[in-house]
């Protein structure tokens, strides 16, 4: 039993601790048994998950880069049917609430598999990412355009009654206009930060070294971006956020909640160290402690007073 209160709630999902894992870097979880006791998680993020199944970008899809990573996977997933038959129930057993991150070629792609979703009573929360090139916006992605982000949010709200997370691109020069657009779709909740637009040259074959050209950066490089952007949506929007970017240990985590985070989610860290959630949980659990507190709550936005 925990001496400290650990539990939150970001817009009716109700987590046991404040931790869990970034969509795409965690597979459903069932990958992660071997390293991680998923129970307990405070939620287990799935990969992103669309209507029809997807193969993915060209090879290579990954390139490391000084201080994190840039992929460009391209959404490779079996499908949104597929999920629900084969994996959802697996995942469900571990008892942890899940939270399923989806995304779609338009709008309408996304109210169909919320839709699909609805159904189904092990998913807790939908986290909706537009970071997605639209199809018909000319390939532009979704998040970039405060209104289409609040049609996003309308056309998934409209589809389900379980919370609706919107998960925000940081590649916008405001990102309080796209979270105040996603609230005003009737967003629950935010998650921040997806990865930030970058590129990688090959000097022997002088050529991008992405099939996609283009792809994401994520890791420690990001933090600080990650953290003035939830430290700005706190401070200005009335939503609960999930913190990410770049935490690879308890102290990251602790600055994102200071900084008015929620929640936290984990991503590239757990391919360095499939374990860190969990010594994140014990590592946040032991800094409240430490300092004196009996409740997470106690800290969430204390630096952004
Ligand atoms: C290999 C890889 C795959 C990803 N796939 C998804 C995805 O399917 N959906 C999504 O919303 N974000 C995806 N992301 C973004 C992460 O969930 C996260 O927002 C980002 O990596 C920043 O966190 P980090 O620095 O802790 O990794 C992916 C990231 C990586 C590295």
């Given at each position: 039993m925990s001496k400290v209160n650990l539990g939150v709630n970001?817009?009716?999902?109700?987590?046991?601790?404040?931790?869990?894992?970034?969509?795409?870097?965690?597979?459903?979880?069932?990958?992660?048994?071997?390293?991680?006791?998923?129970?307990?998680?405070?939620?287990?993020?799935?990969?992103?998950?669309?209507?029809?199944?997807?193969?993915?970008?060209l090879q290579p899809r990954c390139a490391e880069t000084p201080a994190g990573m840039l992929n460009s996977i391209g959404l490779e997933n079996p499908g949104v049917e597929v999920f629900v038959k084969e994996t959802l129930p697996k995942v469900a057993e571990y008892g942890s609430p899940i939270v399923v991150n989806i995304a779609g070629k338009d709008i309408e792609d996304y109210g169909k598999v919320a839709a699909i979703l609805e159904k189904e009573d092990a998913v807790h929360a939908l986290e909706v990412n537009v970071s997605c090139p639209n199809v018909k916006n000319g390939g532009m992605a979704l998040g970039t355009n405060p209104d289409l982000v609040k049609e996003t949010a309308e056309v998934v709200k409209a589809n389900t009654t379980k919370p609706v997370i919107m998960k925000l691109s940081p590649n916008v020069t405001d990102i309080v206009e796209v979270a105040n657009a996603a609230k005003a779709g009737g967003a629950d909740g935010l998650t921040l930060i997806n990865c930030l637009l970058g590129m990688a040259v090959d000097i022997r074959t002088k050529k991008p070294i992405l099939g996609n050209v283009v792809g994401g950066l994520s890791g420690p490089a990001i933090k600080p971006v990650a953290l003035r952007m939830v430290y700005q949506v706190h401070k200005a929007v009335d939503l609960p956020i999930i913190g990410l970017g770049g935490i690879t240990c308890w102290q990251d985590a602790v600055e994102f909640l200071l900084a008015g985070a929620t929640a936290v989610s984990i991503g590239t860290a757990n391919f360095i160290d499939p374990t860190v959630t969990m010594k994140v949980i014990d590592g946040i659990e032991q800094y409240l402690i430490d300092n004196g507190y009996n409740d997470v709550h106690d800290i969430i936005g204390l630096a952004a007073k």
């Open positions: 970001v817009g009716g999902l109700q987590m046991p601790n404040p931790v869990t894992t970034a969509s795409g870097t965690f597979g459903s979880g069932l990958e992660m048994t071997e390293y991680v006791d998923l129970s307990r998680l405070g939620a287990i993020t799935v990969k992103g998950t669309t209507l029809e199944p997807r193969p993915g970008n």
